[in-house]
Nanobody, 121 residues
Framework: QLQLVESGGGLVQPGGSLRLSCAASGLTLDTYGIGWFRQAPGKEREAVSCISSSSASRNYADSVRGRFTISRDNAKNTVYLQMNSLNPEDTAVYYC??????????????WGKGTLVTVSS
């Protein structure tokens, strides 16, 4: 079963921090780039950050650069998103994505089901 499971979301006050985790099951992430996306209420899903398989390349949306840090531990088959200085505009469901996964039945795009982050006082 190919699956990505996000965790670590919750309710935090403005200025607080959370660390999200994306754990893979049924596939090995060490050769794949991984991305974090989010979808706020009433808005389209947007890319937040992505990381290459070796961690050599890391990209961030302008809205989160300097506040969020993406990392991975391939030995644990897990990708993380450290989120600091959170503000209400960061409120969204956060999704982990593994694009272009090669399977015996073709190339697929794997998404997690999301974890909710709510930033509110």
């Amino acid at each position: 079963q190919l699956q990505l499971v996000e965790s670590g979301g919750g309710l935090v006050q403005p200025g607080g921090s959370l660390r999200l985790s994306c754990a893979a099951s049924g596939l090995t992430l060490d050769t794949y780039g991984i991305g974090w996306f989010r979808q706020a209420p009433g808005k389209e899903r947007e890319a937040v950050s992505c990381i290459s398989s070796s961690s050599a390349s890391r990209n961030y949306a302008d809205s989160v650069r300097g506040r969020f840090t993406i990392s991975r531990d391939n030995a644990k088959n897990t990708v993380y998103l450290q989120m600091n200085s959170l503000n209400p505009e960061d409120t969204a469901v956060y999704y982990c994505n593994a694009p272009s996964i090669v399977t015996m039945r073709g190339v697929i795009n794997v998404w997690g089901k999301g974890t909710l982050v709510t930033v509110s006082s």
